[in-house]
C-alpha cells in the first residue's frame, strides 16, 4: 500500500484534499484501528454522547464527518423512531457505513456532503453530532456556523473530540502513548504511517476544552462541556438559541 498523505494540522486552507485522501486510503481497517488503539473505550465515549443527543427525543438528527457511520448507526440503535442522517465527504468511508447498516437491518441515510458547506437548508435539524471529526475541518468558525445554521431553535450541537493532552503524569503518559506507540501501532494495522502520523499531531494542535467552548458561544450556542476517561475525549454539548 502507498503511505496515505499527512496532512497539514490545525486550521489550514489547503487541509481538505489531503484529510479526504487520508481516510479514502485507511478506510478498509479504520473500525479495527479505533478498537485497537483506544482499547475499546471509545464505544463508551459514544454511548455517552448519545444520551446527551437523545435527551430531548429528536425526531431529525445530523451526524457530520459520520465515517464509517458508527456514531450514526448508536443513535439509531438507541432512537429507532428518529430520521438519522449521515454525512461526509470521503466515500469509501460512507460505502463501509452503508454495509454495516444493511447488514444490522438500521435504517441510516449516509449521503456525501462537506461539512463546511452542508448540502440541507435552514434549521432542518433537531440534533447535530460530530464525533472525532472536528478537529479535521479547515475552519472550526465556519463548520460551527454550519452546525448552528441546520440546528432549528432550541436545537442541540454534540461534539466528542480527543482534546490537547492535560499537564500532569497521565496526561505525559498520553502523551508518551500518542508520539510514540500509537503511530507505530497504527502503521503496523493499516499500512500508513502518515495517517497515524497526523492523528496525534492533529490532537496537539486542537483548541484546547475551554477554548473550544467559547468558540460555541461565539456561534451563538449555550454550551457545556465534560471530560472523559481522565481528558483523553471532551464531550461538548450546546443548545442554539431560542
Known sequence: MSAAPRPPVGERPDKAEGVQEMFAQIAPRYDLLNRVLSFGV???????????????????????????????LELKRRAPGAEV????????????????????????????????HLPYPDGS???VTC???FRNFADYARG????????????RLVLLEFPPPRPGLFGALFRFYFN????????????????????????LAFPDPDRLARMMLAAGFRTR??????????????DKKL
Open 42 to 72: 471509545d464505544r463508551g465515549w459514544r454511548r455517552a454522547a448519545t444520551t446527551e443527543a437523545l435527551r430531548r427525543n429528536p425526531a431529525r438528527v445530523l451526524d457530520v464527518a459520520t465515517g464509517t457511520a458508527d456514531f450514526a
Open 85 to 116: 442522517v449521515g454525512c461526509d465527504f470521503v466515500p469509501q468511508m460512507l460505502e463501509i457505513g452503508r454495509r454495516k447498516a444493511a447488514a444490522l437491518g438500521l435504517d441510516v441515510r449516509l449521503e456525501e456532503g462537506d461539512a463546511l
Open 125 to 127: 435539524f433537531d440534533v
Open 131 to 133: 464525533a472525532f471529526g
Open 144 to 155: 460551527l456556523s454550519e452546525f448552528h445554521r441546520v440546528l432549528r431553535p432550541g436545537g
Open 180 to 203: 510514540h506507540v500509537l503511530p507505530r501501532v497504527g502503521a503496523l494495522v493499516s499500512g500508513s504511517a502518515g495517517a497515524y502520523t497526523y492523528l496525534p499531531e492533529s490532537v
Open 225 to 238: 462541556h465534560r471530560l472523559l476517561t481522565f481528558g483523553i475525549a471532551a464531550l461538548h454539548v450546546g
